[in-house]
């Protein structure tokens, strides 16, 4: 079965300040990774995704991620955040093998991003 | 490309009715996903269809909830006789997939369900 570890609840920041959302899964197969971003009352965008390939993965608004299977983490960073990333973060894992599973995604349970002027 | 919509947006209702929600994935997916989500956690997965076939159901999914997408486009959620422990956001997203491949989720903007 795969888990997801979101380690901090919430994460308060100032503007223009670096930041880093921490997410640790478990899997006993190979996975693929995603972060998704969820602003108040609506449901989830995709930001990026780690399929293959690089382990550096870039996203939409400035953040990426990295994909470190020794540590099995998959750690989200924005090098400087607005007030417009105050939002909910989840991230989510899916077994990549078509044959053995549905696809469906196994999400952590959130990271309150709050980014304060 | 006009996304994945659900419908509706808020639903109130009293314990014991029934409800349903609606979900248009995007017109090229062939695959449509349900989740819950409750207050404080992520989404949980519920069931998803390959175009009309349901594949899967999480235990999540108690008898009184029913899910159909009769032509492989729009796919319907039914609760009956809805409990207080209903109450959370129902999310639908949808994917392609294709040749043994994944392909990314798109999820909709949610039902929020409120049992009273």
């Known amino acids: 079965a795969q888990s997801v570890t979101q380690l901090d609840s919430q994460v308060p920041v100032f503007e223009e300040a670096p930041v880093e959302l921490r997410c640790n899964y478990s899997?006993?197969?190979?996975?693929?990774l995603f972060w998704y971003v969820q602003y108040p009352n609506q449901g989830l965008q995709l930001l990026l995704k780690y399929l293959s390939g690089s382990t550096l993965v870039k996203g939409i608004n400035g953040f990426e991620a990295e994909f470190n299977k020794s540590q099995t983490s998959f750690h989200l960073r924005k090098p400087s955040v607005h007030i417009s990333d105050t939002a909910e973060y989840f991230c989510?894992?899916?077994?990549?093998?078509?044959?053995?599973?549905?696809?469906?995604?196994?999400f952590g349970k959130g990271t309150k991003l709050s980014v304060k002027p | 490309d006009t996304g994945v919509s659900q419908d509706p947006r808020h639903k109130i209702t009293k314990r014991g009715q029934n409800v349903t929600f609606r979900c248009d994935p995007i017109?090229?997916?062939?695959?449509l996903y349900w989740y819950r989500q409750t207050l404080g956690q992520g989404p949980e997965f519920l069931t998803y269809f390959q175009n009309e076939a349901q594949l899967e159901k999480s235990r999540l999914l108690s008898d009184r909830f029913s899910a159909e997408r009769p032509k492989g486009s729009f796919s319907t959620l039914e609760i009956q006789r809805t409990e207080q422990g209903d109450s959370a956001m129902y999310l639908c997203a949808s994917s392609l997939v294709r040749q043994g491949r994944w392909y990314t989720q798109y999820f909709g903007p949610g039902t929020r369900l409120t049992v009273l």
């Open positions: 017109s090229e997916h062939n695959r």
């Open positions: 989510a894992v899916s077994d990549s093998n078509y044959g053995g599973s549905q696809g469906n995604l196994i």
């Open positions: 899997s006993s197969v190979s996975v693929y």
